[in-house]
């Protein structure tokens, strides 16, 4: 059983910066493969970034390509995204999610393991 906790959402002006964290209660968390998703209102919620166990191998959706930065720390069970020149298009519920195996999946679907969701908004 993973238990995820994100934190660091707020509201900021387009073309800022935000970091949020999400904090995994498991025994090994460098087994697992840490994606963020995000939820904008009326929309289905889409895949942002994952990064691997050992955090050397990153993967971004096209929307946030060089804006977003994707990090871990094994020592204290946490993933980070880094958030930079941010738009009002990126304003969502942003979660984060885990898994054991499938590097590469993209799905809501694929994911067992969930936070709660932290919110971010921007305005222009």
């Known amino acids: 059983q993973v238990q995820l906790v994100e934190s660091g959402g707020g509201s900021v002006q387009a073309g800022g910066s935000l970091i949020l964290s999400c904090a995994a209660a498991?025994?090994?968390?460098?087994?697992?493969?840490m994606v963020w998703f995000r939820q904008a209102p009326g929309k289905e919620r889409e895949f942002v970034g994952a990064?691997?166990?050992?955090?050397?191998?990153?993967s971004y959706a096209d929307p946030v390509k060089g804006r977003f930065t994707i990090s871990r720390d094994n020592a204290k069970n946490t993933v980070y995204l880094q958030m930079n020149s941010l738009k009002p298009e990126d304003t969502a519920v942003y979660y984060c999610?885990?898994?054991?195996?499938?590097?590469?999946?993209?799905?809501?679907?694929?994911?067992?393991?969930w936070g709660q969701g932290t919110q971010v908004t921007v305005s222009s």
């Open positions: 990064i691997n166990g050992n955090g050397g191998i990153t």
């Open positions: 498991v025994r090994t968390f460098s087994n697992y493969i």
């Open positions: 999610a885990a898994s054991s195996t499938g590097w590469g999946w993209r799905r809501v679907g694929d994911y067992a393991y």
